[in-house]
């Protein structure tokens, strides 16, 4: 699905280093979310966001921040990356329906 | 809190054969309990959706049953194809609500 695109799609980093993951979208969706893969433990919520002013935290915020720049735009920081964060990040968009498009996905490595 | 847990984690079935995945939810206001299909390497994508108003829903080979008593959905895949071969979840969420909470996920192999 191009309407919904991640940068950068794979990322190798070190321990202590700020990492930003960004997604855009062009479906107009006002909702936006973050979500964490790891093998065995499906998708974990990390931040999501139901318009430019409105953040919440999910179930595993511990570690990173989030930027809503416009409804559109919609980031993921790291402040102080550490080796268990290496995960696959999805970003996803939805409607009211609660349908959720996803992003392609961040490989994120943490060294 | 809220949780869905899913069953099997891993599925292995002969082309051909159907396939079962079984959600449980936890949260009983919840009204709306999507499927998900991953293909290795690629994103999540919705393959077919149910809402509580409804207890099964069909299209083509798959379907998806719902029993709001016991708060539990299940995903049918009939005459399963190698291409069926993914991670599938399952989530259940409130329409209009804050969040979707998704199964941990079912890896599907089927053998040709």
Same mark, same amino acid.
């Not at chain 1, 794979?10 to 700020?18: A, D, E, F, M, S």
């Given at each position: 699905d191009a309407d919904v695109t991640q940068t950068?799609?794979?990322?190798? /980093? +070190?321990?202590?280093?700020?990492?930003?993951?960004?997604?855009?979208? /062009? +479906?107009?969706?006002d909702r936006m979310y973050w979500y964490r893969q790891d093998p065995g433990l499906g998708l974990r919520l990390i931040y999501y966001s139901f318009d430019v002013k409105d953040i919440n935290k999910g179930e595993i915020s511990d570690g990173y921040s989030v930027s809503r720049q416009a409804q559109a735009k919609f980031s993921l920081s790291l402040e102080s990356a550490i080796p268990n964060?290496?995960?696959?990040?999805?970003?996803?968009?939805?409607?009211r329906t609660d349908t959720q498009y996803f992003g392609p996905g961040t490989r994120l490595t943490v060294l | 809190g809220e949780n869905v847990e899913q069953h099997p984690s891993t599925l292995s079935v002969q082309e051909g054969d159907s396939a079962v995945i079984k959600c449980t939810y936890s949260d009983s206001a919840s009204n709306y309990f999507p499927w998900y299909k991953q293909e290795l390497g690629k994103r999540p994508q919705l393959i077919i959706d149910i809402r509580s108003n409804v207890g099964e829903k069909k299209d083509?080979?798959?379907?998806?049953?719902?029993?709001?008593?016991?708060?539990?959905?299940?995903?049918?895949?009939?005459?399963?194809?190698?291409?069926?071969?993914?991670?599938?979840?399952?989530?259940?969420?409130?329409?209009?609500?804050?969040?979707?909470?998704?199964?941990?996920?079912?890896?599907?192999?089927?053998?040709?």
């Open positions: 950068p799609r794979n990322r190798i /980093t +070190k321990t202590g280093k700020r990492i930003m993951l960004e997604c855009s979208q /062009t +479906k107009g969706h964060q290496t995960a696959l990040y999805f970003c996803a968009t939805s409607p | 083509q080979r798959i379907a998806v049953t719902l029993n709001k008593t016991a708060k539990h959905f299940s995903l049918h895949i009939t005459e399963t194809q190698p291409e069926d071969s993914a991670v599938y979840f399952c989530a259940a969420s409130i329409i209009g609500g804050f969040k979707t909470i998704f199964g941990a996920g079912t890896r599907l192999f089927v053998k040709a």
